[in-house]
């Protein structure tokens, strides 16, 4: 296979000012020319492996950074955006995006912004019935989403809040003490603990100082509870230190993104990085066996799973994901190349969707994407008892996945002939940026391709794709 070029203009040079460095003091430390320097940090040159090697060596870069940053999201993101059909007649080629995406990635985060927001006005305009008259009707992203897309832009990765919770963890000594330990800390600060019947998960009176914490949950789901309101009473400095940093837009995101770091921290705390790095690896991520050795659930062990990309300790670089069973995204995210639709539903070709008809089950599959990308992909529901006879029962699927490269890391590809492309099932990402011309299950045309249209014959789809 033929050696990859590495384009990472805009990251060489955020990394030389973030070093404080001049341009030719930061040539001089990587030993090359002024001019080469200048070609590479704007993309006329890749970047060679004598560079690669001395940011390794100079400044301790990890070198897996220069890969697996920002330039796939803003692509993947880049492309869904021009599939929208006001774009469509105008939509710029595959290369131009890549482009902008190395050399101008501002640009690309501006203008999905701007698409962001003409599709709230849009939104807007079609519920006329809610949005006349609101003097809050303005074209910016929704909360949920500005805070969705700060997660997704760090990698799910939050280092300070991560080390906080390791730190929490670590003189625990047995992954069952963690939730005395946190029933500890709570009451240190006074709060009393109680486990009530009740359909809410968890509920604190600061006035009185109560927590209630339902038994209608599951175990794992009481303990991810109390180690949340630690993290909102214990590290509120660090969470608003985090929030600051991200500079939301909206109070409204902001509470949102509060919320979404102490579960961060929940999680983190429940499965301290380093131990559970060490036992996925040990047990080549077993997620039964995971789950038992930290009491927590599958879900919670498979999006733990995804976030190990801590620089210098990083885990299989994973993609997870939870839909409903309308096939709604409910959760993503991303270590590897695969970027998730942003708006609609995942592929239904993908195996997460069958997990609904076998409750209790992991099902497999190989799985390459339009770019030829090849994946291991694990799928399992994870239905969610209310707890009492009559209440409702919450069902969602969830798919992790690596690619085949990492296959042998996994128990789960065991056996499986990784050899036979026929092997490989086509999925894709959204019908709209999908390049496939013979998808079975395609719902709308894809993007920069030509229809044809011929009244006299009818294949699997009512057009063929040029």
Same mark, same amino acid.
């Given at each position: 296979?033929?050696?990859?070029? /590495?384009?990472?203009?805009?990251?060489?040079?955020?990394?030389?000012?973030?070093?404080? /460095?001049?341009?030719?003091?930061?040539?001089?430390?990587?030993?090359?020319?002024?001019?080469?320097?200048?070609?590479?940090?704007?993309?006329?040159?890749?970047?060679?492996?004598?560079?690669? +090697?001395?940011? !390794?060596?100079?400044?301790?870069?990890?070198?897996?950074?220069?890969?697996?940053?920002?330039?796939?999201?803003?692509?993947?993101?880049?492309?869904? !955006?021009?599939?929208?059909?006001?774009?469509?007649?105008?939509?710029?080629?595959?290369?131009?995006?890549?482009?902008?995406?190395?050399?101008?990635?501002?640009?690309?985060?501006?203008? +999905?912004?701007?698409?962001?927001?003409?599709?709230?006005?849009?939104?807007?305009?079609?519920?006329? &019935?809610?949005?006349?008259?609101?003097?809050?009707?303005?074209?910016?992203?929704?909360?949920?989403?500005?805070?969705?897309?700060?997660?997704? @832009?760090?990698?799910?990765?939050?280092?300070?809040?991560?080390?906080?919770?390791?730190?929490?963890?670590?003189?625990?000594?047995? !992954?069952?003490?963690?939730?005395?330990?946190?029933?500890?800390?709570?009451?240190?600060?006074?709060?009393?603990?109680?486990?009530?019947?009740?359909?809410?998960?968890?509920?604190?009176?600061? &006035?009185?100082?109560?927590?209630?914490?339902?038994?209608?949950?599951?175990?794992?789901?009481?303990?991810?509870?109390?180690?949340?309101?630690?993290?909102?009473?214990?590290?509120?400095?660090?969470?608003?230190?985090?929030?600051?940093?991200?500079?939301?837009?909206?109070?409204?995101?902001?509470?949102?993104?509060?919320?979404?770091?102490?579960? @961060?921290?929940?999680?983190?705390?429940?499965?301290?990085?380093?131990?559970? +790095?060490? !036992?996925?690896?040990?047990?080549?991520?077993?997620?039964?066996?995971?789950?038992?050795? @930290?009491?927590?659930?599958?879900?919670?062990?498979?999006?733990?799973?995804?976030?190990?990309?801590?620089?210098?300790?990083?885990?299989?670089?994973?993609?997870?994901?939870?839909?409903?069973?309308?096939?709604?995204?409910?959760?993503?995210?991303?270590?590897?190349?695969?970027?998730?639709?942003?708006?609609?539903?995942?592929?239904?070709?993908?195996?997460?969707?069958?997990?609904?008809?076998?409750?209790?089950?992991?099902?497999?599959?190989?799985?390459?994407?339009? &770019?030829?990308?090849? @994946?291991?992909?694990?799928?399992?529901?994870?239905?969610?008892?209310?707890?009492?006879?009559?209440?409702?029962?919450?069902?969602?699927?969830?798919?992790?996945?690596?690619?085949?490269?990492?296959?042998?890391?996994?128990?789960?590809?065991?056996?499986?002939?990784?050899?036979?492309?026929?092997?490989?099932?086509?999925?894709?990402?959204?019908?709209?940026?999908?390049?496939?011309?013979?998808?079975?299950?395609?719902?709308?045309?894809?993007?920069?391709?030509?229809?044809?249209?011929?009244?006299?014959?009818?294949?699997?789809?009512?057009?063929?794709?040029?």
């Amino acid at each position: 296979m033929a050696a990859h070029k /590495l384009y990472v203009g805009a990251k060489l040079r955020e990394t030389r000012q973030k070093l404080g /460095l001049t341009q030719k003091d930061f040539a001089g430390k990587l030993g090359v020319s002024l001019p080469y320097l200048n070609q590479m940090e704007n993309n006329n040159r890749p970047v060679s492996t004598s560079v690669v +090697l001395s940011l !390794a060596q100079q400044f301790g870069f990890d070198v897996t950074e220069l890969s697996t940053g920002d330039s796939e999201r803003l692509i993947s993101d880049m492309r869904e !955006a021009m599939a929208d059909p006001v774009l469509a007649d105008i939509a710029p080629p595959l290369a131009d995006l890549r482009l902008t995406a190395s050399n101008a990635p501002a640009l690309a985060r501006a203008f +999905l912004h701007l698409h962001r927001a003409y599709r709230q006005t849009h939104e807007r305009l079609a519920s006329l &019935d809610e949005a006349l008259g609101r003097e809050d009707a303005r074209t910016q992203p929704s909360p949920w989403d500005e805070v969705r897309d700060f997660f997704h @832009y760090c990698d799910n990765y939050i280092d300070a809040v991560d080390r906080a919770a390791e730190r929490f963890a670590q003189p625990v000594g047995g !992954a069952g003490n963690i939730r005395v330990k946190a029933v500890s800390a709570l009451g240190h600060r006074g709060i009393e603990v109680s486990f009530t019947d009740s359909a809410r998960l968890r509920h604190f009176d600061p &006035d009185t100082g109560q927590l209630e914490i339902s038994l209608r949950a599951a175990p794992e789901t009481q303990t991810f509870q109390l180690l949340l309101q630690v993290a909102l009473l214990e590290q509120d400095k660090l969470l608003e230190a985090t929030l600051d940093f991200a500079r939301f837009q909206s109070d409204t995101a902001r509470s949102i993104a509060k919320i979404g770091l102490a579960n @961060y921290f929940a999680g983190a705390a429940l499965m301290p990085y380093t131990s559970f +790095l060490n !036992a996925a690896q040990e047990v080549r991520h077993d997620l039964e066996v995971l789950a038992m050795r @930290y009491g927590a659930s599958i879900e919670q062990v498979a999006h733990r799973l995804s976030t190990l990309q801590r620089p210098g300790a990083k885990g299989v670089p994973f993609f997870f994901v939870r839909v409903d069973q309308a096939g709604t995204i409910t959760k993503r995210h991303s270590a590897t190349r695969l970027q998730f639709a942003r708006f609609g539903g995942a592929c239904p070709l993908w195996n997460v969707h069958r997990a609904f008809e076998t409750p209790g089950r992991f099902l497999r599959q190989l799985a390459e994407t339009p &770019d030829g990308v090849r @994946y291991v992909n694990l799928a399992r529901d994870v239905s969610k008892s209310g707890g009492a006879f009559g209440a409702p029962v919450r069902r969602y699927a969830i798919a992790l996945g690596c690619e085949v490269a990492h296959a042998p890391q996994l128990v789960y590809a065991d056996d499986l002939d990784l050899s036979k492309p026929r092997a490989f099932e086509p999925i894709g990402i959204s019908c709209r940026i999908c390049e496939r011309t013979d998808c079975h299950q395609r719902s709308v045309p894809p993007l920069e391709r030509r229809l044809a249209i011929d009244p006299n014959a009818r294949g699997v789809l009512p057009y063929e794709v040029g």
